[in-house]
């Protein structure tokens, strides 16, 4: 199985739906992910502080979100993206979607050997997609 659901309450994600889901098909292909059922959200600065509130204890707004559900045969997880980052704090869409999705796939940065992990990672695919965007968009 190769899914990719999305879904936006409020505001339009800025990129076209079906580059999204290659992006995410690229990335977990390159990690060798076969098997996957990912849901993205775009959602409110608000939705954002409630789940990570209720699921992090973390009573702040953030960025991005990632829950992974199950790794086993199937890749089974979540990424949410806070509207209010891209518009009005103009953070990079593509950037956070690679975030998220290398949180499914285990990276993470709560020490400085994981976070350099991570971002090396986060570089590549995120210069990958910028530099190869119009072989996505066709």
């Known amino acids: 199985m190769k899914k990719v659901e999305i879904f936006e309450k409020k505001n339009k994600i800025p990129y076209d739906k079906s580059f999204i889901k290659k992006i995410i098909k690229l990335i ?13 959200a775009y959602l409110t600065k608000n939705d954002l502080r409630e789940i990570n509130k209720k699921y992090r204890q973390k009573d702040r707004t953030t960025n991005v979100l990632s829950f992974l559900y199950e790794k086993r045969d199937t890749l089974f997880g979540e990424i949410i993206i806070s509207d209010y980052h891209i518009i009005v704090k103009k953070e990079d869409f593509i950037e956070l979607l690679v975030h998220g999705i290398l949180h499914l796939l285990g990276y993470d940065h709560m020490n400085k050997e994981e976070k350099e992990k991570m971002m090396k990672k986060e570089k590549f695919y995120y210069n990958f997609i910028k530099n190869e965007k119009q072989k996505f968009v066709k």
């Open 28 to 40: 977990l292909e390159k990690e060798k992910i076969n098997n996957y059922y990912i849901s993205l």
